[in-house]
């Protein structure tokens, strides 16, 4: 068989490498002359003036000021300009959809949420339709954010793969085009990213999972998932379906059943917890609420609860005991409704895998709480803003 011709650099490969050169030092090391520029990245006085000229031009660097170096005139000061663009994340969930604008630098410029109007609607349908009208109002004048949003990022509790929300039980979505779609309405680039994921970036961003080298964020919310971050990156594996723990299989007789909107393991905990959100007048099949309902009887007392609460996360231990031996994470940071039973819930969980496993990774409590999905898929949106930007 005939090997492929090699390829070869063109002009414009070159200079985008050169682009994204002289933003990454400025990003992590600015404010620099372009003397200090020139030195750190190896090119050319000349390729540094032309190209620092046009992102001077495109907004993409400013000046900040200037510092004399020697004897002559005193140089200019260059910075990476994260305030001259922004992105909006979104966060959806059952209910509502929560909208951020954030600049290229990470700080928070606007906020607004959005309650989907469900009732004798089309839920899925409805959930779409308050998502494109929130994207809009982000999009509109009225936030008083004057900086261009350049990108959107979207969290969603699902499969996502290549922008399509593959299954998203909780939402009533299935095989939806989502990036699309938005991208339509708005004729931005999209970035769509599974709920577990967006927390596992965000705590690892800035949260709990900062420096971890292999992390996993463990996120109960209707059902459960992991995000994982291996090799400090995020793992989503093939068709980026990892991490989703939930339809790990309890035991042999599981061969006796099929699992399609709910795996096994989010069936043994429903069964579970769902009783006592019933009792509090809760209805539907979301684990984490009944969670919590579970544990606010356990502080009461509720014998019967205790020995929920203890088969609940024997459940979860045993999702965990897989989870770590395949994995062998540093650390693993409890998100979601664990939340508010954090420091409890790493004790019962430490104290199972003790013993049982080669490695108990550290169990952490979320330093984000229910930031942490929109923080990850911001950041992760950045990341996509800023390579935008570079091969402009």
């Not at 005139?73 to 909006?88: N, Q, V």
């Not at 104290?351 to 999905?373: E, H, T």
């Not at 949106?381 to 390579?387: D, G, L, V």
């Amino acid at each position: 068989m005939k090997r492929p011709a090699p390829r070869t650099a063109t002009t414009r490969h070159v200079t985008q490498i050169n682009r994204t050169a002289i933003l990454d030092v400025l990003r992590e090391h600015g404010p620099l002359s372009r003397r200090d520029i020139q030195q750190r990245t190896g090119l050319g006085s000349a390729t540094i003036e032309r190209l620092c000229s046009a992102l001077m031009e495109e907004g993409a660097v400013e000046a900040a000021g200037q510092v004399r170096q020697s004897v002559g005139r005193p140089s200019t000061l260059l910075r990476f300009a994260s305030s001259a663009r922004a992105i909006m994340a979104v966060d959806v969930t059952e209910y509502t959809a929560r909208g951020r604008l954030v600049d290229l630098g990470g700080s928070t410029l606007y906020e607004e949420s959005h309650t989907f109007a469900l009732e004798g609607q089309d839920a899925g349908a409805a959930r779409i339709d308050g998502l494109l009208g929130l994207v809009d109002r982000l999009a509109s004048p009225e936030t008083g954010v004057t900086a261009p949003i350049v990108a959107v990022g979207i969290t969603v509790p699902g499969i996502v793969h290549e922008g399509v929300v593959t299954k998203a039980v909780e939402l009533d979505w299935q095989e939806v085009p989502l990036a699309d779609i938005v991208s339509a309405r708005s004729g931005l680039p999209i970035l769509v990213e599974n709920d577990a994921n967006a927390t596992a970036y965000g705590e690892w961003h800035s949260g709990a999972l900062a420096n971890a080298h292999s992390a996993v964020a463990l996120v109960l919310g209707a059902r459960l998932g992991a995000g994982i971050i291996n090799e400090a990156r995020l793992h989503r594996g093939h068709r980026s379906a990892a991490g989703e723990i939930g339809f790990l299989l309890t035991s042999s007789a599981s061969f006796s059943r099929y699992f399609t909107e709910q795996g096994d393991v989010d069936s043994t905990l429903a069964a579970q917890v769902l009783p006592f959100a019933a009792r509090e007048g809760l209805h539907g099949k979301r684990i984490g609420p009944a969670f919590r309902a579970m544990m606010a009887r356990c502080r009461a007392g509720d014998s019967e609860a205790e020995q929920a609460r203890d088969e609940f996360f024997d459940s979860i231990a045993l999702a965990l005991v897989a989870t770590s031996v395949v994995l062998s994470p540093q650390v693993i940071v409890l998100a979601g409704a664990f939340a508010q039973y954090s420091e409890e819930s790493a004790e019962q969980l430490t104290r199972r895998l003790v013993g049982r496993i080669p490695w108990v990774p550290r169990i952490a409590v979320s330093d984000l709480g229910f930031d942490a999905a929109i923080t990850g898929v911001s950041a992760l949106t950045i990341e996509h803003a800023r390579s935008a930007t570079y091969l402009a």
